[in-house]
DNA sequence: GTATTCATGTAAAAAGTTACATGATTAT
DNA sequence: ATAATCATGTAACTTTTTACATGAATAC
């Protein structure tokens, strides 16, 4: 359900293709939801015929031909309804802590394995969101509003892997101690 | 699919009923996969035709029957087998995010009110993770196997909700300056 | 020449949510 | 009296994932 307000509010700032929302579902929306291309072309078309959002043709002579939505003025009436509702908590699905909850039925050693690879993803992660803010968000101070609030989101982010990195620091400590 | 194993690492550590699986979803497992006991139940007929667990049906007089599922060996193989695999990282959904994504569009009052009870809610939920730690983590040396790895995940959820909170404070505080 | 990018979809299967169903006991 | 707890399920629906499908252009 969710899924259609995160294309609102990804299109709402800047038209686009759905090709383009689902190729960069690793940067701006992706960050909070997740959703493949064949998803992403179905809610378009229920989007378009709830009248949500429109879309114009764009011929092209190299490439495919493209569509290109953007959100209506009942579309940004229904998000921003949506937005003041109150949000529902996001369901916990970690199968990283499933492990090691019964992380005592495997060696140490390779249960530290997975974890390594683990931190060096999310390190990695870090690096990519710290340079996006270095680059888009350097003087956080008077920004335009829609870039304000993608920082809010993008603050989150860096947030949730310095934790994350922090707490699997500790953890592999306690494990590496036997 | 990772719900299997989910339920699979509970059971592992104590035999319980679909009952208890359920309704003990906020603690234990509940922390990194939530389920309905619907599909809960589907999954313990699931894992019982596949002979990962088994059931004993136990009677009782002022109560329904209940059936306490634990883990067969194949079944422990399994998971042990699952654990070694690298895990995937859990899909990004978060509601909240794209509501403060989109967040220009509404009053910023109104979205302060809501990010405000969310706030609530996180104070809540660490309070509840500190209090497990002092009563049943307070000398985490020299823990039995079991206790030693769900403390590792108990350790996640004070990190992740304190990291929540360090975040939102950061962004009311934008919030609220204009 | 092989893989990736651009561009859009249909179809089937699996996973997850919501509604419906029952029935006794215990706590307020 | 009413709500909550114990205890287990079926059925319908929605959401998400995986597989299948096409085809040109460009980068390596």
């Known amino acids: 359900m969710s899924l259609k307000y995160a294309i609102l509010a990804a299109l709402v700032s800047k038209p686009r293709t759905g090709y383009e929302l689902s190729s960069k579902i690793d940067s701006s ?3 909070f939801w997740t959703a493949t291309h064949q998803q992403i072309y179905k809610e378009l078309g229920e989007l378009s015929s709830m009248k949500w959002i429109r879309s114009r043709q764009v011929k092209q ?3 495919p031909d493209k569509k290109i939505y953007r959100v209506t003025s009942a579309g940004q009436n229904e ?18 802590l499933i492990k090691i909850f019964a992380g005592y039925l495997v060696p140490t050693k390779q249960l530290m394995r997975i974890f390594e690879n683990e931190i060096a993803k999310h390190t990695e992660r ?8 270095n680059e888009h968000f350097a003087n956080s101070e008077k920004l335009p509003d829609t870039l304000r609030f993608q920082y809010f989101t993008l603050r989150r982010g860096i947030h949730f892997e310095e934790g994350w990195l922090k707490w699997a620091v500790e953890t592999m400590s306690a494990l590496s101690k036997n």
Chains 1, 2 share one sequence.
Do not use: H, M, N, V
């Open 79 to 96: 998000l921003a309804k949506w937005i003041l509702e109150p949000p529902s908590q996001p369901p916990a699905k970690d199968e990283l």
């Open 61 to 63: 002579k190299e490439r």
């Open 126 to 133: 870090l690096q990519r969101y710290l340079a996006i803010q």
């Open 29 to 31: 929306i992706g960050f």
